[in-house]
């Protein structure tokens, strides 16, 4: 048994819905609904009922719920009384593409804790989202994170969003001719350009994803389309004469950069003093 289906036990049953739980925690509906079978299958019960109006516990479901309550919370006074400062362990960091000042948060943070193991899993925002939901990885860097009562939050800055080609000049024939360059679906930056074109009027059917920026770059300066980043990331290229940027409505070129990490982790000591590194550069 997974301490991560009881924490989607327990969303459940606060929300009264699968699909309200998954909305929540940010999962698709079938996972949660496979987590939960799956659940029912260990322990040969029926934990859920499903009404018109949504998910009800039944008594087996309602036993697990008082011990679900009972372990979580075990497991994390456990975490907390091994937490002695000492910044011993591992950390799992996410983040986005564009986190310029991520290697020097890091080496900040591990220099002053040099016996921390740290990992970096790089993904888009919705799926770093979800793994942070989820606790499968332990803070992270995204961008536009929507508020949620389990999930600190901090803004680090906000980014203005240019639209970027190789040509001195675009058209709206441009915008609907040109292929557009992004990451794959999830990504914060991709949502702003799909919004701004769609409310335009201009649908498009060439899209090309990938998975770096460097790549994004250098398929722009070679022709292959245009795409939509955070400015200081061009910034060099647009001076030199290698891209050029163009302005887009502000209602869809502003968007944050922030740091979150779950309220409940078992790892909530380390997780703040990382935080507090994070702060110093935000501040600086």
């Not at 793994?131 to 803070?139: L, T």
């Not at 906000?158 to 675009?170: D, G, K, Q, T």
Request: one cysteine or more; a negative charge.
């Amino acid at each position: 048994m997974e301490l991560k289906d009881l924490r989607i036990f327990k969303s459940v049953a606060a929300e009264g819905s699968i699909s309200r739980a998954a909305a929540e925690l940010n999962f698709v509906q079938s996972y949660i609904t496979t987590r939960m079978k799956a659940l029912e299958a260990e322990l040969d019960a029926e934990l859920l009922l499903r009404t018109a109006r949504g998910t009800v516990l039944s008594p087996d479901g309602e036993k697990l719920l008082k011990h679900a309550d009972g372990i979580l919370a075990r497991v994390d006074a456990l975490h907390e009384d091994f937490d002695d400062g000492s910044q011993k362990g591992s950390v799992t960091v996410g983040t986005v593409e564009t986190i310029t000042r991520l290697p020097e948060i890091l080496t900040a943070y591990q220099l002053c804790n040099p016996e921390v193991n740290i990992s970096v899993y790089t993904d888009v925002t919705k799926n770093i989202t979800r793994q942070i939901m989820s606790r499968d990885i332990d803070c992270a860097f995204v961008a536009d994170f929507t508020d949620h009562p389990n999930i600190n939050k901090m803004e680090i800055l906000r980014e203005r969003l240019v639209l970027i080609s190789n040509a001195p000049e675009i058209t709206m024939a441009d915008l609907k001719q040109k292929p557009m360059l992004v990451f794959k679906k999830g990504c914060s930056y991709r949502a702003k350009l799909e919004e701004w074109l769609l409310d335009a009027g201009i649908e498009k059917t060439k899209v090309k994803e990938f998975g770096t920026m460097e790549t994004i770059l250098g398929s722009v300066r070679a022709g292959l389309g245009i795409s939509l980043v955070p400015e200081a990331s061009v910034s060099e290229l647009i001076e030199t004469g290698a891209l050029y940027s163009y302005d887009i409505p502000k209602h869809y070129n502003d968007i944050s950069t922030d740091f979150i990490w779950p309220r409940d982790s078992g790892k909530r000591g380390m997780l703040e003093r990382f935080a507090e590194t994070v702060r110093k550069f935000k501040d600086a």
